[in-house]
């Protein structure tokens, strides 16, 4: 598979999951032990936004502040289906695998920028879905193509401060349970500890 089309089924996934939030979950805890629910969805429904111009070439100075702060609103799952809208809009655009985009770190290309994003949508996916007690499972195509992308990146995740050292994953760990791990979170994990 392709990685326009894993990160459009990784999208696709995230926002299956949001959907399925109660009204009740949005305060529940998640394995990002500073974030509740509604804290990981903002998040991963700002990186969407920020996408959008990213993608298109603009700086992160140009951006500026505008995504900052609550992008849920009083309609949370509304808004995160809008802003993974957009930036499955701009993830197609013709010509955007050719562009580079300039983030934080430096600049790298939109191929580069696509697998973090990938890596995001999978891995807070994850947290989502135990955070519910969903219990559904990640894209198995898309889990391989992150983990493929993941594997040259893991140091640089963990010198940079966006991942804890990898966990030890069970011995019966499938490829889901082996990326979770990678990222520096326990496939055991559940709300009750």
């Known amino acids: 598979m392709d990685l326009l089309e894993s990160y459009r089924r990784s999208?696709?996934?995230?926002?299956?999951?949001?959907?399925?939030?109660?009204?009740?979950?949005?305060?529940?805890?998640?394995?990002?032990?500073?974030?509740?629910?509604?804290?990981?969805?903002?998040?991963?429904v700002g990186e969407a936004r920020w996408s959008v111009p990213l993608l298109a070439g603009r700086t992160i100075a140009e951006v500026g502040d505008r995504f900052n702060g609550d992008q849920l609103g009083d309609e949370p799952i509304a808004a995160a289906r809008d802003a993974a809208s957009q930036a499955e809009?701009?993830?197609?655009?013709?010509?955007?695998?050719?562009?580079?985009?300039?983030?934080?770190?430096?600049?790298?290309?939109?191929?580069?920028?696509?697998?973090?994003?990938?890596?995001?949508?999978?891995?807070?996916?994850?947290?989502?879905?135990?955070?519910?007690?969903?219990?559904?499972?990640?894209?198995t195509d898309a889990v391989r193509e992150c983990a493929r992308w993941f594997t040259a990146h893991v140091g640089d995740y963990q010198s940079a401060g966006l991942t804890h050292p990898g966990v030890d994953p069970p011995i019966d760990a499938d490829d889901q349970?082996?990326?979770?791990?990678?990222?520096?979170?326990?496939?055991?994990?559940?709300?009750a500890g």
């Open 89 to 139: 809009i701009a993830a197609f655009h013709p010509g955007t695998l050719e562009r580079t985009v300039h983030l934080s770190s430096g600049d790298v290309p939109a191929s580069e920028y696509l697998h973090q994003l990938l890596a995001e949508h999978l891995v807070h996916g994850w947290d989502l879905t135990v955070a519910i007690g969903d219990g559904s499972r990640l894209d």
């Open 177 to 191: 349970d082996r990326l979770i791990a990678a990222f520096g979170r326990d496939p055991r994990w559940t709300p």
């Open 11 to 44: 999208l696709a996934d995230f926002i299956d999951r949001v959907e399925r939030v109660s009204p009740r979950q949005w305060s529940a805890r998640t394995p990002c032990s500073d974030w509740d629910v509604r804290t990981l969805v903002n998040h991963v």
